[in-house]
C-alpha cells in the first residue's frame, strides 16, 4: 500500500494547490531514475510475495466471527521488539488499508526457483502472526484471534462484523459510509486521509453495485440499505446511487479492505522488464478467474466471484464529469466537476476506467511489439508525455513515455506537508506518489537513483502482477506464486521466441468476463492462438483449453518448457509426480491444472457452496451470522489442514488431500 511517510497528511481541499507541482516534480525524479538505471543488466530474477491477511475476532459463545480492530499494534511490535523474530524467520509485516489487515512478504527476496521454501516462509509469517495474537488476553470466556488470508469478509459491513461496542453512537465523517464505521480504517493518518480525499476529490461518496445472486426468496432491493440525516449531502445519494438488484456498497473499505496475493518480478534490464510486463498482460485477467476466492459481500451472495471490481470502485475518485455521468445530485456537485478547483475544471478530461483497474497500455519496446495493439481508449496528460520525450536527462521512446504519461492523468490524492519540497535526484517521492496510486492489474516497478549499473545492493527493472485472490492455506498461496513465477521464468528465458502479444481491447473485455460466476467453467477468453508466430490472432477459448491444450495450452506452452529447460522433466510437468524433488511442485501445479479443468471448486465455489447448502440459509442470498460463522471455522480448520470434516477433501480433492496431509514441508521433516 506505499509508502507511510511520517508527518501531515493535507486535506484534499488544501493538497489539490500542489497538484501539478507534484506531477512535474515526479517526472523531473523519473528521468533521473531513467538517467541513471537504464543501462542496467543481468540483473538475477529475484522475486518476492505479499500476502494480506485479516486479523479475526472469534466469539465461539454467541457464534460470530469479527473483524479484529483491536490488535493493531502487534504491526508496531513487529517493528520494534519483534523485529529480531521477524528477521531470524525471514519475514517482514507491512501495514494495509484496513486496521484488522496485515501483509507479509519474505524478509528478502527469493532467488530463481525455491521449491518448499516459499510455503515455509509462508507458514512462519501466519505463525508469528498466529503467536501474537495468542498473546493477548481475551475478554469473553471462549474467544479466539486467528489471522486469516480470506479475499473478502463476508459480512464485512453487517451488524456486529466488528469487535467494538457501540459503533454507530458516533458519525463515522471519513468515508460517510452507511455501513462502515471509521474505525475499519488503519489508525495511520494516511488512510483516513486517503479515503476523505476520493470522495471529496469524486463530489459524491463511491458507489459499487454489485449483481447480487438470485434465489429463490432473494428480495428486489438491497434491504441493508437504510435512511440516514447525519451527512448532506451524502445521505442523500443513496437512492440515486444504489440499483434493484444489486448489492450496495459506498466505502474505500468494502474494496482495500479485501485481500490479495501480489508477486514481484525482476527482469534483467529495462527492455526486458518491459517484455516481462506486456507478456503477463494477458495472464492477468485469467488468473484472477482461476484464483476467484470472493462469492460473498455485505452479507449476500454475489452473482460473481471475484474482488477486482469492488476496489475498482472503491478507490474511483472521478468526478462525474470524468466519468461522463450526471452527478447524483446536481445542486451538490456543480456541473458535476466535484472537487476539481478553478483552474482543473476547466481541462477536465473523460477518463474511461477508474485508477484501481486492468493494465491500459502495453510498454512496447521489443521486436514483437505493434503499435496498433494498444487499441483502447487511453487519455494522457499531453504536458508530461511531451517532457518525457523531450528533454535532456533521458528522453524515453513514445510508447514508455505514454505509459507513464497516462499514471500521470491522476491526481495526487495523498499529500504530506512536510514532503513537498525534495531533491529530485535522490528522492522518487513524488513519482512514487502518483505511481502507487495508479493500481493496475501489473505494475511496471522503475529502480531509485541508486540503481546505477554497477550498485547491485538496490532492486533493478521489475514489474508485479497483482490480480491474483488471496487463497486460504499457505500451499495454494505458494502453488499460485510458483506458477506465476515459472511463467515469468520461461518469459525471460525463451524472450527471443515468445510472442504473446493480441490486442488490449481484448484483455479490457477478459477482465469483464473473469468477473462472472464459475467463469472458470462456463466462460470464453481471448487467448493468443499461437505464441509461436508473428501476429496477434487469439481466439475465445475456456479455461480448460488455456491452461490444458496440447497445442496453445499454458502447460504445453510455457509450464513444461521451462521445466524441461530446468532439467526436472523430459517433456511433460506430470513426470513430476514421481521425483523425490520436486514432488510438492508437482501438487502445486496439480492444483491449478484441477482447479481450472474444474475438477475441484476455486475457493469462490467452495464458499458458494457451502452458504447455500448450510442449514441455516434460507434461499434469500444472505449470509446470516451463523452461516457465516460456520464458514469462517470451516476456512480455519482449512488452513490448519484439519480435514476432520471433509473439508480439505471438498475444496482439494481426495488425491491432493491426502498428499498434504501425509507429507510436511521438508524443512520441518
Ligand atoms: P509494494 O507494496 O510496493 O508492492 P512491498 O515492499 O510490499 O511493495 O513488496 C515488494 C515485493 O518485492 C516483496 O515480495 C519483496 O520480497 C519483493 N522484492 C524485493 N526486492 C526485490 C527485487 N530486487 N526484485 C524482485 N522482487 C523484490
Ligand atoms: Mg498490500
Ligand atoms: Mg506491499
Ligand atoms: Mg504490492
Ligand atoms: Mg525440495
Ligand atoms: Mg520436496
Redesign the pocket.
Known sequence: ??LLAAGTPLQWLDSRKYNEFIKTQGIEQLLYVFQAASKRNNDPL?????LEYMMLDIDLESKNAMLDINHDSILHSFDNEDFPLCRINDVLF?PEYGRFML?A??GK?YDGYMDEYIEFNMKNRRNLAKFKLDQFPTTKKKEKLVPISLTVFPRMGCEDFLNMENPWDHKNSVSRSLFLPDEVINRHARFPTLTGNIRIRRGEKVCINIPMFKDKFTPKFDDSIYERDWFTPEDQETLKASKPGFIYLDAMGFGMGSSCL?N???APDIDKARYLYDSLCNFAPIFLAASAAAPAFKGWLADQDVRWNVISGAVDCRTPRERNVPPLLPKFNKDGLGGLDEVASKHVQKIPKSRYSCVDLYLGGNKFFNRTLNDTEVPINEKILKRLLENDKAPLDYDLAKHFAHLFIRDPISVFEESINQDNKTSTNHFENLQ?TNWQSLRFKPPTQEAIPSNKNV??W?V?FRPLEVQLTDFENAAYSTFIYLIVDCLLTFSDKINNYIPMSQIWDNMHTAHHRDAILNEKFYWKDSIDSLDFKSSKYSMNEIFHDSQMGIFATFINPILKHKGFIQSDWQELKSSKEHLRTYYYLKLISDRTSGKIPTIAKYIRNFIMNHPDYKHDSKVSKLINFDLIMACERITDFNNSRNEMAELFGKEITDYLLTNKLSYEK
Open positions: 500500500m506505499g529475484l522475486w518476492g510475495d505479499e507491512h501483509e512478504t519474505p527476496p501480489q514481484t518480478f525482476q502507487s532492486p533493478g521489475r508485479e
